[in-house]
């Protein structure tokens, strides 16, 4: 079973693949370090320049700038207290106030060995888990993949948080948007409007620059940061390798945080914000001086930079065995995936075993390089960026996110669609409509309804074929737990708190 993991070791040595991850990790730390920018603003950006590039190439790149921006995002939360992603803000509590004595560069170098960690125990648990599991997927029918799309729509709808209506409301766009153009089967147009542009259906890189990329370069604009920028020299910053020996005491740490970043990685929507705040909670209550949290712990650090980044490859556990991403970052992925001819599921791993086993190493060896990229000279000169201006770079992005649309097919019509799903995105980021849902509707629409189709041939027309086995039976009850399990949790406890407000 491991056998094809090892095969695939040597070709990611190859100095292209190699050099797509070095990239990667130096313009993920970047873009973390820029407050309002993410590492799925950043990848939707690059997707459309990487139709060209080997397929290892491009996913190097993305792996190496997610493992980069997770940690970027240590940077202004530690010396601006401004998270730099929205899974950092857990930094800031402890990570600010160290910057505020005069140990900002301790505090940063924390957070990089801290996320190197995190990172690489994220890899390892993706590696042991995620082949085990294609095995059994292989065994799934066309009515079993119709249910597990079903399974994953319905996670990231009602697991996501905030609203389930607006999460709902959000997938059925996605979905929506998925049937438009031929009937896959009979060949008759649907919801073309009669534009020879969308016959094939809408690119899913349109969609994803659109919605991703467009809206937080609104922000960007809309709200130049103002700080009175950051001198460099004031960090405290000591060689890594001496500061080493300061942290050894913050092994348990390293290791509780790291086991929930990956669990809550798995989950579908949860994110590292929740694994951040989790593994913050856990560390001061394990510690033995819990009044200390809150004025300068560089343990409350390392337990929210290993919990935000030990979910980074672990969120890739359900998208590439099951087409479930667990994080927004990994939904955008799929889109990587799918732009290069890759279709996540069980068939990912026995058709293209050295490009998705190579893809494990890849985010093994950026979180590696994180260390060594992100050291105590490199956090010196990321903490300069800060005094970059935002306007300067929000229009940098624009002009990326236009040529890169407008080169899928050579032609405008691709860019105005691009820029009327940024409004859609924008709007709906302003009203709190997730994002998420709409990405996994566009994924797994097509795949539902084509295996739905499938299994409804096989069975002569007779829906019961869809319920006529085990795996299918256990794959609905799942669906309908997590559907209904949110509700009964909220009802319980609604009535708990009344129950206290009356006693």
Avoid at 1 to 27: Q, W
Avoid at 239 to 249: C, D, V, Y
Avoid at 400 to 415: A, E, N
């Amino acid at each position: 079973m491991y056998a094809d993991l090892l095969h695939a070791l040597p070709s990611v040595f190859g100095f292209a693949n190699f050099a797509a991850i070095v990239i990667g990790v130096i313009a993920g730390i970047v873009v973390g370090a820029m407050p309002g920018l993410s590492a799925t603003m950043a990848i939707s950006v690059l997707v459309p320049f990487t139709f060209g590039l080997e397929p290892l190439v491009a996913l190097g790149l993305m792996a190496g700038i997610y493992n980069g921006a997770m940690y970027g995002g240590a940077i202004p939360a530690v010396l601006l207290r401004i998270p730099g992603t929205p899974a950092a803000v857990a930094t800031t509590f402890d990570g600010y106030p160290m910057a505020q004595k005069g140990e900002g560069g301790f505090a940063l170098q924390v957070a990089v060995v801290s996320s190197a960690i995190g990172g690489i125990a994220s890899a390892f648990a993706l590696m042991l888990l995620a082949p085990p599991l294609s095995k059994v997927t292989l065994l799934f029918g066309p009515s079993e993949v119709f249910w597990v799309a079903v399974f994953g729509l319905a996670s990231i709808v009602f697991l996501l948080g905030g609203n389930p209506l607006k999460g709902l409301i959000s997938a059925c766009f996605g979905v929506f948007v998925s049937v438009i153009g031929s009937d896959p089967i009979l060949g008759s147009d649907r919801y073309t409007f009669g534009q020879l542009e969308i016959l094939d259906g809408i690119h899913i890189v349109i969609l994803l620059v659109g919605l991703y990329a467009l809206p937080p370069v609104i922000d960007l604009l809309e709200t130049p940061l103002k700080t009175d920028g950051v001198d460099s020299s004031k960090l405290g910053t000591e060689s890594i390798w001496k500061a080493l020996p300061r942290m050894a005491r913050f092994w348990k740490t390293w290791i509780r945080s790291s086991l929930i970043g990956i669990w809550i990685g798995i989950l579908p929507g949860a994110g590292g914000s929740m694994a951040a705040f989790m593994a913050y909670n856990e560390a001061r209550r394990a510690s033995k001086t819990p009044e200390t949290w809150g004025n300068g712990e560089p343990e409350g650090v390392a337990a929210a930079e290993t919990s935000n980044n030990a979910d980074t490859a672990s969120a890739l556990i359900p998208a590439l065995t099951l087409g479930i991403p667990g994080t927004a970052v990994a939904a955008v992925m799929l889109g990587g995936l799918l732009v290069h001819g890759l279709q996540p599921g069980p068939m990912l791993f026995r058709d293209n075993p050295d490009i998705v086993f190579g893809f494990m190493w890849q985010f093994l060896f950026g979180a590696v390089l994180l260390v060594l990229l992100g050291g105590s000279l490199a956090t010196n000169s990321f903490a300069r960026l800060l005094n970059l201006p935002r306007p300067l770079l929000g229009s940098v992005i624009i002009v990326l996110m236009l040529i890169g649309v407008y080169s899928i097919h050579g032609r405008m019509f691709d860019v105005y669609l691009m820029l009327g799903f940024g409004a859609i995105g924008y709007v709906m980021d302003k009203l709190n409509y997730p994002l998420p849902p709409v990405v996994l509707g566009l994924i797994l629409g097509g795949f539902a309804e084509e295996n739905l189709r499938l299994a409804l041939r096989i069975g002569r027309g007779d829906w019961t074929v869809l319920f006529a086995n085990t795996t299918s039976l256990v794959l609905v009850a799942l669906t309908i737990a997590v559907i209904v399990g949110p509700m009964i949790k909220h009802r319980f406890f609604e009535s708990s708190k009344t129950a206290k407000a009356e006693d």
